[in-house]
């Protein structure tokens, strides 16, 4: 099969080098070098240093034009393959390849559409997610399936490790569709249920509300991290809360007081508290939640802090 690959993330790696080891991957599109660091440095794509390492052709851009789209057509593709490229591919584009064009998403389609499926899916606690990989349309995520594959969310997993192993089942469950496409044995099943939509995350909904039940709390806190990091704020700057877990013991903490009991720094929910494990004061690095505790330069006249 001659194609196409389209994908910027880490998370897109592992399905190119895959496709890359058993096709010709004639080109691979990732949107443009990007800012990033403190420095601002113009730094490309993690999908465009794999596709350089291999000896791939890259085609670095925001947006498939009219441009990009006559640099396609003359690769004479057979199939497009998109994994979190981070825009939409539309006619002409989209009919170009004989195969047409087909996505690697995140969840169980219809369930989590949009950019953050990974993510929604553990703030709601979601118990099972998955990956699809779908024939591509014009509406969002909303094409047919092709295959699926399906994983037990962990309790105390994150969103970035649920990714990581999403990332490497959907590599073979692409693979393997690709494969049944060239040889006439792939079929495709409309999407079945209600569509339920997965946004893009924003700053707003890393931030923890210490007035909801601890279970809540934690789903939130684990489906933002890494990305966009959850936090609180204490004397009205940003506190980031890197690790957390509920607390072994079940002492009444009262919602958004953080206090040292029994040798853990804990945080108060509406019933029980989590266990604070890594946190980074605003200005400061990520460190232990305990070395943050006796560090505090008011622990002698204070003995707890109050998170908002």
């Known amino acids: 099969m001659r194609i196409v690959f389209a994908g910027t993330p880490a998370v897109a790696e592992p399905t190119l080098r895959a496709l890359a080891a058993d096709h010709d991957v004639v080109a691979v599109i990732t949107r443009a070098d990007a800012p990033q660091g403190r420095k601002r440095v113009l730094t490309p794509s993690p999908v465009a240093v794999v596709a350089a390492e291999l000896g791939l052709t890259v085609i670095k851009a925001n947006k498939l034009d009219d441009v990009v789209t006559s640099q396609i057509a003359a690769l004479a593709p057979d199939l497009g393959v998109i994994v979190a490229y981070g825009g939409f591919v539309r006619e002409p584009l989209l009919g170009l390849p004989r195969f047409g064009w087909i996505n690697l998403h995140f969840s169980l389609l219809p369930r989590w559409r949009g950019a953050a499926p990974v993510q929604r899916a553990v703030i ?123 607390a072994h013991q079940a002492a009444a903490v009262l919602p958004g007081r953080i206090q040292s009991l029994a040798g853990e720094v804990l945080i108060g929910t509406a019933d029980l508290p989590l266990r604070l494990i890594e946190v980074q004061p605003a200005g400061k690095k990520p460190m232990a939640a305990a070395d943050w505790w006796r560090g505090r330069a008011d622990r002698a006249d204070q003995n707890e802090v109050i998170a908002q």
């Open 124 to 246: 709601a606690g979601d118990a099972v997610t998955g990956a699809a990989v779908f024939q591509l349309v014009e509406a969002m995520d909303a094409g047919p399936v092709l295959a699926t594959t399906t994983v037990t969310v962990g309790a105390h997993q994150t969103a970035g490790n649920l990714l990581d192993t999403l990332a490497v089942d959907g590599a073979a469950l692409t693979t393997r569709v690709v494969d049944d496409l060239a040889t006439g044995r792939a079929t495709a099943t409309d999407q079945v249920g209600e569509p339920v939509l997965a946004p893009k995350l924003t700053l707003d909904d890393a931030r923890l509300d210490w007035a909801r039940p601890r279970a809540e709390v934690y789903q939130r806190l684990r489906g933002v991290t890494p990305e966009p990091g959850a936090f609180t704020m204490i004397d009205g700057e940003r506190f980031k809360i890197l690790e957390a877990e509920p």
